[in-house]
């Protein structure tokens, strides 16, 4: 890591360690979080008749839960994983009446849904949208959005051509503590922006692992998909897939796909990216592995002359300018500009974001309304593109030159070569 970068984390560890205490100590009163007329999706559904009909897709654990908050304003007639098992408990879960799918395609199909929630592992994601969008259906997805650049830019022209209500699963944007800290660094309460801090937490490292016969509740080769067929290893499914370069993008678009998101929000560049990437890190270099690095610093430039530094550690965003700093996670938001707020609060004339107080109501209510949802598919394109381009420096290891408007690497045929990937097929998308 450069000085520069362990002079920066030494000094964050100095403010982290004095303003910890600050929640605890009441300096965030109940007043800084009260609830507000102006949330979207504050209220469940008060009849049947205002229940929406959902289908869901890909039933792990996130995926149940985001089936179970959709379950709260409507009803789930449909359940769809390509195992068996899974799929079985989703429908004993949500009352037993639901028909099981293994094949998404068959279930975007039903005229009776509206929307769909979509789990599956993030090499599925797009692939699953597409269908539903084209299908008529709204759709809330997990984060992270999609597996590469390429993918994100079809997904916004599809959402695009079919109107259809997208809401991505970053649910940190319903949580007033990160509205709050972006707020604040969007109306000038630490100054001139300069630098913002990135910490993610730790991801495991592991392999090689056993190739195992495949279970008979799982069609492998659909659970697999675009990516290269291989032989089963449990390690490489349902929860862990998330560690596989094939699959996912490691911890970089895990918690970098909600920490990323934040900070762009805060900086306001929402429809935008970095100038320069310079990943750091070594790649697990085990067969039948974990492959995406679980210890690495990247650091972009963005326009306006703000830096970001990514690197392992408490996990939360650390915005800093020229007079002041705020630091945010799911715990806590700290900094002099929040112990401020009871005597100096944010002016009613101030940049004010979109207030959230239910992931879900927010979709729901946008569902109804056809308003953009507040994790709309253009931020969150732009957002994941982060994390996508620090993977590909990583991979290249090397700084690279991005040209955000374009969405291509500036004289790097290399690098806008990783921009998709080899699909595998039938399961290509487009």
Same mark, same amino acid.
């Given at each position: 890591? +450069?000085?520069?970068?362990?002079?920066?984390?030494?000094?964050?560890?100095?403010?982290?360690? =004095?303003?910890?205490?600050? *929640?605890?100590?009441?300096?965030?009163?109940?007043?800084?979080?009260? /609830?507000?007329?102006?949330?979207?999706?504050? #209220?469940?559904?008060?009849?049947?008749?205002?229940?929406?009909?959902?289908g869901a897709i890909g039933l792990g654990g996130q995926g149940t839960h985001i089936?179970?908050?959709?379950?709260?304003?409507?009803?789930?007639?449909?359940?769809?994983?390509?195992?068996?098992?899974?799929?079985?408990?989703?429908?004993?879960?949500?009352?037993?009446?639901?028909?099981?799918?293994?094949?998404?395609?068959?279930?975007?199909?039903?005229?009776?849904?509206?929307?769909?929630?979509?789990?599956?592992?993030?090499?599925?994601? /797009?692939?699953?949208?597409?269908?539903?969008?084209?299908?008529g259906k709204d759709v809330y997805c997990e984060k992270p959005l999609t597996l /590469?650049?390429?993918?994100?830019?079809?997904?916004?022209?599809?959402?695009?051509?079919?109107?259809?209500?997208?809401?991505?699963? =970053?649910?940190?944007?319903?949580?007033?503590?990160?509205?709050?800290?972006?707020?604040?660094?969007?109306?000038?309460?630490?100054?001139?922006?300069?630098?913002?801090?990135?910490?993610?937490?730790?991801? +495991?490292?592991?392999? !090689?692992? $056993?190739?195992?016969?495949? !279970? +008979?509740?799982?069609?492998?080769?659909?659970?697999?998909?675009?990516?290269?067929? %291989?032989?089963?290893?449990? #390690?490489?499914?349902?929860?862990?897939?998330?560690?596989?370069?094939?699959?996912?993008?490691?911890?970089?678009?895990?918690?970098?796909?909600?920490?990323?998101?934040?900070?762009?929000?805060?900086?306001?560049?929402?429809?935008?990216? !970095?100038?320069?990437?310079?990943?750091?890190?070594?790649?697990?270099?085990?067969?039948?592995?974990?492959?995406?690095?679980?210890?690495?610093?990247?650091?972009?430039?963005? +326009?306006?002359?703000? /830096?970001?530094? %990514?690197?392992?550690?408490?996990?939360?965003?650390?915005?800093?300018?020229?007079?002041?700093?705020?630091?945010?996670?799911?715990?806590?938001? $700290?900094?002099?500009?929040? #112990?401020?707020?009871?005597?100096?609060?944010?002016?009613?004339?101030?940049?004010?974001?979109?207030?959230?107080?239910?992931?879900?109501?927010?979709?729901?209510?946008?569902?109804?309304?056809?308003?953009?949802?507040?994790?709309?598919?253009?931020?969150?394109?732009?957002?994941?593109?982060?994390?996508?381009?620090?993977?590909?420096?990583?991979?290249?290891?090397?700084?690279?030159?991005?040209?955000?408007?374009?969405?291509?690497? %500036?004289?790097?045929?290399?690098?806008?070569?990783?921009?998709?990937?080899?699909?595998?097929?039938?399961?290509?998308? *487009?």
């Amino acid at each position: 890591m +450069p000085h520069d970068s362990a002079q920066r984390g030494t000094s964050r560890r100095r403010f982290l360690a =004095t303003t910890s205490g600050l *929640a605890a100590a009441g300096a965030l009163g109940p007043h800084w979080f009260a /609830t507000t007329r102006q949330a979207l999706g504050n #209220e469940e559904p008060r009849s049947k008749n205002d229940r929406l009909v959902f289908g869901a897709i890909g039933l792990g654990g996130q995926g149940t839960h985001i089936a179970n908050n959709a379950a709260r304003f409507g009803d789930i007639v449909a359940v769809c994983d390509v195992d068996r098992e899974r799929a079985e408990k989703a429908k004993a879960h949500f009352g037993g009446k639901a028909d099981i799918f293994e094949d998404y395609r068959k279930l975007v199909e039903r005229p009776d849904i509206n929307a769909v929630t979509i789990g599956t592992p993030d090499h599925w994601h /797009t692939a699953v949208c597409l269908a539903a969008l084209r299908a008529g259906k709204d759709v809330y997805c997990e984060k992270p959005l999609t597996l /590469t650049i390429d993918e994100g830019k079809l997904l916004i022209k599809t959402v695009a051509e079919t109107g259809r209500v997208f809401q991505v699963g =970053t649910q940190q944007r319903s949580d007033d503590r990160f509205r709050l800290a972006c707020e604040l660094v969007r109306n000038g309460r630490i100054g001139k922006l300069k630098h913002v801090t990135v910490t993610l937490p730790d991801s +495991p490292a592991g392999g !090689p692992f $056993a190739k195992q016969p495949v !279970p +008979p509740n799982l069609n492998w080769d659909f659970w697999l998909g675009q990516a290269p067929a %291989v032989d089963y290893i449990p #390690e490489r499914c349902h929860y862990q897939f998330r560690w596989w370069y094939e699959y996912s993008g490691g911890i970089m678009t895990d918690w970098g796909a909600h920490h990323m998101d934040i900070a762009h929000w805060g900086m306001g560049i929402e429809d935008s990216g !970095p100038l320069t990437i310079e990943g750091k890190g070594k790649l697990p270099n085990i067969v039948d592995g974990y492959n995406t690095p679980n210890l690495f610093t990247v650091d972009f430039t963005y +326009p306006n002359d703000v /830096t970001l530094h %990514v690197n392992i550690g408490d996990n939360g965003v650390l915005f800093e300018g020229d007079k002041s700093r705020v630091y945010v996670n799911r715990g806590r938001i $700290a900094g002099k500009p929040v #112990e401020d707020l009871k005597d100096n609060p944010l002016p009613e004339d101030r940049i004010k974001l979109i207030v959230s107080k239910d992931h879900m109501g927010n979709f729901v209510s946008c569902v109804k309304s056809r308003e953009k949802p507040i994790s709309d598919v253009v931020s969150q394109h732009r957002s994941v593109s982060a994390c996508h381009l620090a993977n590909i420096s990583l991979r290249l290891g090397r700084k690279l030159t991005w040209d955000a408007q374009a969405e291509k690497f %500036v004289g790097d045929s290399e690098a806008d070569a990783m921009l998709s990937r080899a699909q595998r097929a039938p399961y290509v998308v *487009a």
